[in-house]
């Protein structure tokens, strides 16, 4: 998948630091590469954030695996242990409004939201019943 002007986040930090020796595969540097000319004002790495050669915001190019949905997660689950674990994953995710919208694929869930899920179900004693709906490849835009 080719990184697009159009699929980063608003606000992420852009780097044109090319001393740096991650730069090539660094996504704030490639956004960087990717700035329209119409944008003048952005955030950015500044230079002297790489110190002996580390740079505390690299964030790789490497692609992830986002999961959408997950509409039968709780098919195994016993009556008596779905309420408690809904709640919990309801507060997990941010809430009702949040935890609907990924439930229902609005929204993806990163490696580590699903990690999170995995552990949760995990400490209920069904950890191989989480299945998500789908997934994804994309690259992962941490935050600063």
Same mark, same amino acid.
């Given at each position: 998948?080719?990184?697009?002007?159009?699929?980063?986040?608003?606000?992420?930090?852009?780097?044109?630091?090319?001393?740096?020796?991650?730069?090539?595969?660094?996504?704030?540097?490639?956004?960087?590469?990717?700035?329209?000319?119409?944008?003048?004002?952005?955030?950015?790495?500044?230079?002297?954030?790489?110190?002996?050669?580390?740079?505390?915001?690299?964030?790789?190019?490497?692609?992830?695996?986002?999961?959408?949905?997950?509409?039968?997660?709780?098919?195994?689950?016993? %009556?008596?242990?779905?309420? /408690?674990?809904?709640? +919990?994953?309801?507060?997990? *995710?941010?809430? $009702?409004?949040? !935890?609907?919208?990924?439930?229902?694929? %609005?929204?993806?869930?990163? /490696?580590?939201?699903? +990690?999170?899920?995995?552990? *949760?179900?995990? $400490?209920?004693? !069904?950890?191989?019943?989480?299945?998500?709906?789908?997934?994804?490849?994309?690259?992962?835009?941490?935050?600063?």
């Amino acid at each position: 998948m080719e990184l697009k002007w159009k699929n980063i986040p608003n606000g992420w930090a852009l780097c044109y630091n090319k001393e740096c020796v991650k730069h090539e595969r660094c996504l704030h540097w490639h956004a960087g590469q990717l700035n329209p000319q119409e944008e003048t004002i952005v955030r950015c790495v500044m230079p002297y954030a790489l110190k002996n050669d580390i740079c505390p915001h690299y964030a790789s190019t490497e692609m992830v695996t986002y999961a959408r949905g997950f509409s039968k997660i709780y098919d195994q689950v016993l %009556k008596t242990d779905y309420t /408690p674990l809904r709640k +919990e994953m309801t507060t997990m *995710l941010s809430g $009702k409004r949040y !935890y609907y919208e990924y439930m229902r694929g %609005k929204r993806r869930l990163s /490696p580590e939201q699903q +990690e999170k899920i995995r552990d *949760l179900f995990a $400490k209920y004693g !069904y950890a191989d019943s989480v299945h998500f709906d789908s997934f994804e490849q994309d690259y992962y835009f941490n935050e600063i």
